[in-house]
């Protein structure tokens, strides 16, 4: 039973209130719920945002001691907040005496099983088409959008060299960047919050198992598609490929589900998927589609699904997902294929394209070099993950109102085209113009015949960028160009992530990471004799992988990523290398940059591993208490009263139980809720209400006989709250019997079972709620996800110690 309290307010600098719940017991985390002194109406700025939650049902303060409590200063530690309002996914089925008749009836029908299957593959297919699709609109708005802001600026440069107006071109530079931001911040600030970032965080966190309003959402994905093209053609330092993938997963939860509860349109179809077990499954399709359709990467979306989505993985599931990422390869590369005006070629695999690296060779005495080098991307991404850390922790503080997010991003887009001109005005790389030269080509300050070669790191695209910086010829840039590219990239790229816009940080990444190795390239050649040895292309890749390891802390799907859009196995050893000592060497500091994020917002998520010394942790110390219960046989009234009054989403049904005895339980150690014999959730519940399954109904029999599992899903995922069930003052008086339709699988622990296996029982199954009982089978508990996750591990002076976060209601 999770505690109560569901509103979860913007951590903030204001003074908090402390309450009691009445569902806490002295081993429990304290509660304090924020006070916002701001105006009621910029409440609703971080609606459906990752920094505030959202319920469908009011605000339930339950009981307290005292209705006026005192003001309290209380210190909040940012890094040991959890936030009471997040719920969590069923991902357990609920086995009762109805699913079981249903598993029953289907296991006769083999075709129904067949067909039941088939339908998951065309989901897939329909996910992987779908995520092609968006994909390459996406990259045709950002290239023509681009485009456009190119031919604008070098009109104005081509006519002002000589005219001596070359603040004309910055002006328009600045107009097209601010303009285009404006619409993209707006889109995310006002319309679905939610859509900022790279949308990695939250999608980690619904495939964990947590829900976060709005994420997959159709209002998202066209704000997420919109807001990621303004946002890249803009010029902030930002890419696409991390949308892509929280694209591809709203996508194949709207697909999965045969309906859009959002534009309250339902087709009808795949309702027997209409359920969080099969839900997630597709949504693990469709971020790994995704990355496939950013990357060229269909093996590398599977393992990226793998190792920084899917919890609950299993075998079933690596076909179709492989299968979805193939699609929507293939799908990108029919439609890119026709931008370019070359139907039917199909040599555009991803939206990002690394080039050739046939000619790039290593020698073995260069791998303890790449150590080097990922030990520093490592440091570096430290550096930047505690950067973003603190600017995460001022906006949320600070930063609250919709108007306030709007107006930053317009600042962060002056700054990066001020940054960008400053360095194309010191930088004097000129280069001679050639023959048969490309188009985003600018003379800029140059003489005459000459072009810009710093200015083509900003009017490219960004994934144009990252090619010129691994194949460009030797001599292209300076090292103090690159250097000032780097730093300035860095410190813009740590800037804009967290921005009320869509943003991706892999490009970044690879960008500042890209630079910096080409100057360990450089500085080797003219270190050494013999430079023949030094390929400036092998340590551009290195550095680039080294810094986006370091900050993101990925291992096993980055390096088939990056193999595969090499096209280069070779270079898979010094890839995985630098990745490898990245994350080791980063993870000394801090966590990668999207559990910092998942952790900031407090988000419980449960790790991969229970904690150190979890073990002597116990279920009666973890534990909820006391409980709220129902009998076998409930009465309608108390139903209603206890779904009013608590916000719990899962109920211990027992026997042997009195909710209204006043008589205190004797020699017990722990008070006790009655014989356990399953439980019930408040979804089903409610649907009962709905459908009169009252013992004293007439017509009873012949419902149940027609009730299938479906209609307690009729609407899924948003759920009919107790207030709008309407129940007359007679049937008040009714009963309902509920052991024909708990979940009589549901698992329990004993009371003296330790943390870690609680631990690993939630890891494993994907559980929700898990009962604690005694050795006389009574309910003493329940352990919720929260109850796990309010523990976390601190190391002082070489010593390792648990310790409780503080909840925030």
């Given at each position: 039973?999770?505690?109560?309290g569901?509103?979860?307010?913007?951590?903030?600098?204001?003074?908090?209130?402390?309450?009691?719940?009445?569902?806490?017991?002295?081993?429990?985390?304290?509660?304090f719920?924020?006070?916002?002194?701001?105006?009621?109406?910029?409440?609703?700025?971080?609606?459906?945002?990752?920094?505030?939650?959202?319920?469908?049902?009011?605000n339930?303060?339950?009981?307290?001691?005292?209705?006026?409590?005192?003001?309290?200063?209380?210190?909040?530690?940012?890094e040991?907040?959890?936030?009471?309002?997040?719920?969590?996914?069923?991902?357990?089925?609920?086995?009762?005496?109805?699913?079981?008749?249903?598993?029953?009836?289907?296991s006769?029908?083999?075709?129904?099983?067949?067909?039941?299957?088939v339908?998951?593959?065309?989901i897939?297919?329909?996910?992987?088409?779908?995520?092609?699709?968006?994909?390459?609109?996406?990259?045709?708005?950002?290239?023509?959008?681009?485009?456009?802001?190119?031919?604008?600026?070098?009109?104005l440069?081509?006519?002002?060299?000589?005219?001596?107006?070359m603040?004309?071109?910055?002006?328009?530079?600045?107009?097209?960047?601010m303009?285009?931001?404006?619409?993209?911040?707006?889109?995310?600030?006002?319309?679905?919050?939610?859509?900022?970032?790279?949308?990695?965080?939250?999608?980690?966190?619904?495939?964990?198992?947590?829900?976060?309003?709005?994420?997959?959402?159709?209002?998202?994905?066209?704000?997420?598609?919109?807001?990621?093209?303004?946002?890249?053609?803009?010029?902030?330092?930002?890419?696409?490929?991390?949308?892509?993938?929280?694209?591809?997963?709203?996508?194949?939860?709207?697909?999965?589900?045969?309906?859009?509860?959002?534009?309250?349109?339902?087709?009808?179809?795949?309702?027997?998927?209409?359920?969080?077990?099969?839900?997630?499954d597709?949504?693990?399709?469709?971020?790994?589609?995704?990355?496939?359709?950013?990357?060229?990467?269909?093996?590398?979306?599977?393992?990226?699904?793998?190792?920084?989505?899917?919890?609950?993985?299993?075998?079933?599931?690596?076909?179709?997902?492989?299968?979805?990422?193939?699609?929507?390869?293939?799908?990108?590369?029919?439609v890119?294929?026709?931008?370019?005006?070359?139907?039917?070629?199909?040599?555009?695999?991803?939206?990002?394209?690394?080039?050739?690296?046939?000619n790039?060779?290593?020698?073995?005495?260069?791998?303890?070099?790449?150590?080097?080098m990922?030990?520093?991307?490592?440091?570096?991404?430290?550096?930047?993950?505690?950067?973003?850390?603190?600017?995460?922790?001022?906006?949320?503080?600070?930063?609250?109102?919709?108007?306030?997010?709007?107006?930053?991003?317009?600042?962060?887009?002056?700054?990066?085209?001020?940054?960008?001109?400053?360095?194309?005005?010191?930088?004097?790389?000129?280069?001679?113009?050639?023959?048969?030269?490309?188009?985003?080509?600018?003379?800029?300050?140059?003489?005459?015949?000459?072009?810009?070669?710093?200015?083509?790191?900003?009017?490219?695209?960004?994934?144009?960028?990252?090619?010129?910086?691994f194949?460009?010829?030797?001599?292209?840039?300076?090292?103090?160009t690159?250097?000032?590219?780097?730093?300035?990239?860095?410190?813009?790229?740590?800037?804009?992530?967290?921005?009320?816009?869509?943003?991706?940080?892999?490009?970044?990444?690879?960008?500042?990471?890209?630079?910096?190795?080409?100057?360990?390239?450089?500085?080797?050649?003219?270190?050494?004799?013999?430079?023949?040895?030094?390929?400036?292309s092998?340590?551009?890749?290195?550095?680039?992988?080294?810094?986006?390891?370091?900050?993101?802390?990925?291992?096993?799907?980055?390096?088939?990523?990056?193999?595969?859009?090499?096209?280069?196995?070779?270079?898979?050893?010094?890839?995985?290398?630098?990745?490898?000592?990245?994350?080791?060497?980063?993870?000394?500091?801090?966590?990668?940059?999207?559990?910092?994020?998942?952790?900031?917002?407090?988000?419980?998520?449960?790790?991969?591993?229970?904690?150190?010394?979890?073990?002597?942790?116990?279920?009666?110390?973890?534990?909820?208490?006391?409980?709220?219960?129902?009998?076998?046989?409930?009465?309608?009234?108390?139903?209603?009263r206890?779904?009013?009054?608590?916000?719990?989403?899962?109920?211990?049904?027992?026997?042997?139980?009195?909710?209204?005895?006043?008589?205190?339980q004797?020699?017990?150690?722990?008070?006790?809720?009655?014989?356990?014999r399953?439980?019930?959730?408040?979804?089903?519940?409610?649907m009962?209400?709905?459908?009169?399954?009252?013992?004293?109904?007439?017509n009873?029999?012949?419902?149940?006989?027609?009730?299938?599992?479906?209609?307690?899903?009729?609407?899924?995922?948003?759920?009919?709250?107790?207030?709008?069930?309407?129940?007359?003052?007679?049937?008040?008086?009714?009963?309902?019997?509920?052991?024909?339709?708990?979940n009589?699988?549901?698992?329990v622990?004993?009371?003296?079972?330790?943390y870690?296996?609680?631990?690993?029982k939630?890891?494993?199954?994907?559980?929700?709620?898990?009962?604690?009982?005694?050795?006389?089978?009574?309910?003493?508990g329940?352990?919720?996800?929260?109850?796990?996750?309010?523990?976390?591990?601190?190391?002082?002076?070489?010593?390792?110690?648990?310790?409780?976060?503080?909840?925030?209601?």
């Amino acid at each position: 039973m999770p505690r109560s309290g569901e509103n979860t307010p913007l951590l903030n600098n204001s003074r908090l209130h402390s309450r009691t719940s009445r569902s806490s017991s002295s081993d429990s985390a304290p509660y304090f719920y924020s006070d916002i002194n701001s105006d009621p109406r910029d409440l609703r700025d971080g609606a459906g945002d990752f920094n505030s939650i959202e319920t469908l049902e009011d605000n339930h303060s339950g009981n307290v001691e005292n209705p006026e409590p005192q003001e309290k200063d209380v210190k909040i530690d940012e890094e040991h907040i959890l936030k009471a309002g997040f719920e969590s996914l069923d991902y357990e089925v609920s086995d009762n005496l109805i699913y079981q008749k249903e598993e029953k009836d289907k296991s006769s029908k083999k075709l129904a099983l067949h067909w039941r299957e088939v339908r998951r593959w065309i989901i897939c297919f329909l996910i992987g088409v779908l995520t092609g699709l968006t994909a390459g609109i996406i990259d045709l708005g950002v290239e023509k959008v681009s485009g456009l802001k190119f031919e604008s600026v070098k009109d104005l440069v081509d006519k002002c060299v000589t005219g001596n107006c070359m603040y004309y071109p910055l002006l328009v530079w600045l107009a097209f960047n601010m303009g285009l931001v404006l619409v993209g911040s707006i889109l995310t600030a006002y319309v679905e919050p939610v859509a900022a970032g790279s949308g990695i965080p939250q999608i980690k966190c619904y495939l964990n198992g947590v829900i976060v309003p709005h994420v997959v959402r159709i209002k998202t994905l066209i704000t997420k598609v919109v807001g990621v093209v303004c946002a890249v053609a803009g010029g902030l330092a930002v890419g696409k490929e991390g949308p892509m993938i929280h694209s591809g997963a709203v996508i194949a939860a709207g697909v999965s589900q045969g309906r859009s509860t959002s534009l309250k349109l339902d087709f009808s179809i795949f309702k027997d998927f209409r359920s969080d077990r099969e839900k997630r499954d597709f949504v693990s399709a469709g971020a790994a589609a995704g990355v496939a359709a950013a990357f060229g990467a269909p093996v590398g979306g599977v393992l990226f699904s793998l190792e920084e989505g899917a919890s609950f993985w299993n075998q079933a599931l690596v076909w179709r997902i492989f299968f979805s990422s193939m699609v929507s390869t293939m799908t990108l590369n029919i439609v890119q294929s026709y931008i370019k005006n070359h139907p039917w070629e199909l040599s555009y695999a991803g939206l990002i394209n690394f080039g050739t690296f046939g000619n790039v060779n290593y020698q073995f005495m260069e791998l303890f070099l790449v150590i080097v080098m990922g030990a520093i991307g490592g440091l570096l991404g430290a550096l930047f993950n505690h950067i973003n850390f603190k600017l995460t922790i001022f906006r949320m503080r600070f930063i609250q109102r919709r108007w306030q997010r709007v107006i930053e991003v317009i600042m962060v887009a002056a700054y990066t085209a001020a940054f960008a001109y400053i360095l194309i005005f010191f930088s004097q790389d000129c280069l001679p113009l050639v023959e048969n030269r490309e188009p985003m080509l600018m003379q800029y300050f140059c003489k005459d015949g000459e072009f810009s070669s710093s200015a083509r790191l900003f009017f490219d695209t960004p994934e144009a960028t990252v090619k010129n910086l691994f194949h460009s010829n030797p001599g292209t840039y300076r090292p103090l160009t690159l250097f000032i590219f780097a730093a300035g990239y860095f410190f813009l790229a740590c800037w804009t992530y967290g921005l009320s816009v869509p943003s991706g940080l892999f490009i970044p990444s690879l960008l500042v990471g890209a630079a910096w190795g080409r100057i360990v390239g450089i500085v080797l050649s003219m270190a050494s004799e013999n430079s023949g040895w030094v390929n400036l292309s092998f340590y551009s890749l290195v550095g680039a992988s080294a810094m986006l390891g370091g900050i993101v802390r990925m291992t096993i799907s980055l390096t088939v990523i990056i193999m595969e859009a090499t096209s280069n196995v070779p270079l898979g050893l010094p890839v995985m290398i630098s990745l490898i000592v990245a994350k080791w060497v980063g993870d000394q500091f801090n966590e990668g940059i999207y559990d910092i994020h998942i952790h900031v917002q407090g988000v419980p998520m449960l790790g991969w591993e229970p904690l150190p010394l979890s073990a002597n942790l116990s279920a009666k110390s973890v534990m909820s208490h006391p409980v709220s219960v129902f009998r076998t046989v409930e009465t309608v009234e108390r139903i209603i009263r206890v779904l009013k009054e608590e916000k719990h989403n899962g109920f211990p049904v027992v026997m042997d139980y009195d909710p209204d005895s006043s008589t205190p339980q004797e020699n017990v150690e722990v008070e006790t809720f009655g014989t356990f014999r399953g439980l019930i959730l408040r979804s089903q519940l409610i649907m009962m209400l709905k459908k009169k399954l009252f013992v004293e109904n007439p017509n009873l029999q012949k419902i149940l006989k027609d009730l299938k599992m479906e209609n307690f899903n009729d609407l899924y995922p948003r759920y009919l709250p107790i207030q709008r069930v309407s129940i007359s003052p007679e049937e008040a008086n009714f009963t309902v019997n509920l052991e024909a339709f708990m979940n009589q699988s549901q698992h329990v622990v004993l009371e003296s079972a330790s943390y870690s296996s609680i631990f690993s029982k939630f890891r494993s199954l994907g559980l929700r709620h898990v009962v604690v009982i005694n050795f006389q089978n009574q309910v003493v508990g329940i352990v919720t996800r929260k109850d796990l996750a309010r523990y976390t591990v601190e190391s002082h002076n070489g010593q390792i110690s648990i310790v409780e976060k503080m909840i925030i209601l």
